[in-house]
């Protein structure tokens, strides 16, 4: 089955980029996910891109897409303290209603 | 709009008690599914919906059962709790199942099974 790995912890400084990274295995994926969770909460979506892009921007978010290597980033630029959270990448499973999660990368940004 | 509305926020259970989470969603989707959230594991799929009357099967059925009778609703139940449910769960839904729908989530139920 698909496999979507994402590193756990990442510590960056406030007014820095944050760079979140995840690899997938099955490359059928048509549309790909980035979702965020605060403390308590829920997971609220941030972006998504479509399979046959290699790039979306929105505001301090940007997306790269790299199928070849089937590897996914989010870029955060000028990270704020409330930007802290955990981050997940999500595919959709190829010909299925379903979301495949990564474990989740847990961003905390200091002073 | 409320969006997707879980109850309860909390709940702890005996091993082998059963019980029902609730879900329920204003915004006329039709697509409802369930997730469970593990440390180290991100969000697994337990069961879906894609529509009233309809439901399958995600990654982790065993042990839970779903309904679908009305598009607003779709309940989780656990049949006979085991301590290898301690989790939180997540109700989602979207407009329908596909890609370019985003999935709106509940804020969860935190469930321990002693």
């Known amino acids: 089955g698909e496999d979507v790995e994402q590193s756990l912890f990442l510590s960056v400084r406030e007014g820095d980029s944050s760079v979140i990274n995840c690899t997938y295995t099955?490359?059928?994926?048509?549309?790909l996910y980035w979702y965020k969770q605060e403390p308590g909460a829920g997971l609220q979506l941030l972006t998504y891109i479509f399979s046959n892009m290699d790039m979306k921007q929105d505001q301090r978010l940007t997306v790269l897409l790299n199928k070849k290597d089937k590897h996914l980033s989010l870029r955060i630029a000028d990270t704020q303290t409330g930007d802290s959270a955990i981050y997940f990448c999500a595919l959709r499973d190829g010909g299925y209603n379903k979301l495949i999660f990564g474990a989740g990368t847990r961003l905390a940004v200091h002073p | 709009n409320a969006g997707v509305t879980q109850t309860p926020k909390f709940q702890v259970l005996k091993t082998g008690q059963s019980m029902t989470l609730q879900c329920a969603q204003d915004?006329?989707?039709?697509?409802m599914s369930w997730y469970r959230q593990d440390p180290g594991m991100g969000l697994r799929l337990i069961h879906y919906?894609?529509?009233?009357?309809?439901?399958d099967q995600g990654e982790v059925p065993n042990g839970y059962n779903v309904s679908r009778s009305t598009t607003e609703d779709f309940p989780l139940r656990l049949l006979s709790a085991a301590p290898s449910q301690t989790s939180v769960y997540f109700c989602a839904s979207s407009l329908t199942g596909g890609g370019n729908q985003p999935q709106h989530f509940g804020d969860g139920t935190r469930l321990s099974i002693l």
């Open positions: 919906s894609v529509g009233a009357g309809i439901t």
């Open positions: 915004m006329n989707h039709e697509y």
């Open positions: 099955d490359s059928s994926s048509t549309y």
